[in-house]
């Protein structure tokens, strides 16, 4: 069993910066082996992949948070999201993911609220 633990959320103005950290414990295989990653969901929308970064290091973002954001894996077992130059669109739950696929068949963290807002 894998457990995934965010922190890092909170309110900033347009432009600001903040950094979500995600740990996970359990099954160090389990982990190792997954991609790990950041989906946000907004009200009244549906939830949408913002990064991912694979085991072996390759990355992938979402086109709105290109060249703002940046993913990075420590030890293969945490994970961060630099979030730069943040907009009011960016308000959101954002989850830690483990697997990738964005399904119930992936480990999901509880949540961290980000609100951009003046």
């Known amino acids: 069993q894998v457990q995934l633990v965010e922190s890092g959320g909170g309110l900033v103005q347009p432009g600001e910066s903040l950094r979500l950290s995600c740990a996970a414990s359990?099954?160090?295989?389990?982990?190792?082996?997954?991609?790990m990653g950041w989906y946000r969901q907004a009200p009244g929308k549906q939830r949408e992949l913002v990064a991912l970064?694979?085991?072996?290091?390759?990355t992938n973002y979402a086109d709105s948070v290109k060249s703002r954001f940046t993913i990075s894996r420590d030890s293969a077992k945490s994970t961060y999201l630099q979030m730069n130059s943040l907009k009011p669109e960016d308000t959101a739950v954002y989850y830690c993911?483990?697997?990738?696929?964005?399904?119930?068949?992936?480990?999901w963290g509880q949540g961290t609220q980000v609100t951009v807002s003046l």
């Open positions: 993911n483990l697997g990738g696929s964005g399904t119930s068949s992936d480990y």
């Open positions: 359990g099954s160090i295989f389990s982990i190792l082996v997954r991609a």
């Open positions: 970064i694979t085991s072996g290091g390759t």
